[in-house]
């Protein structure tokens, strides 16, 4: 997968937005005000941070020792970062992007998720 396709893919999850409130070097994917992916900006970047239940995250890492690390600048236990070299199955690589937008999604607010759902 490419950055492109990861930006597609990230943006297709309902109600995704794009923000920057870190400066103008990372890509900050939210839905409902509430993070669920960040990209660094240089295009030269190949990384995803995704968030991910802690026990699948240990799973991931381990069939994925090379590409799937801790969340970097993050809460390890519940973020990874993956690198989108293609290392990673494209078919995973969205699996693990839907994981993190259900997980924030979840958590949300009963009223923010009817509101999602009617958007």
Partial sequence: MDRTELYDTIMSMKGATEDRPFGPDTLVYKVMGKLFALIGADPEDNSVNLKCDPEHSVILRNVYPDDVKPG???NKKHWNTVTIDGAVPDDELRDMIRESYDLV?????KTEREALKNS
């Fill in 105 to 109: 999604v979840a958590k949300l607010k």
């Fill in 72 to 74: 970097y600048h993050m």
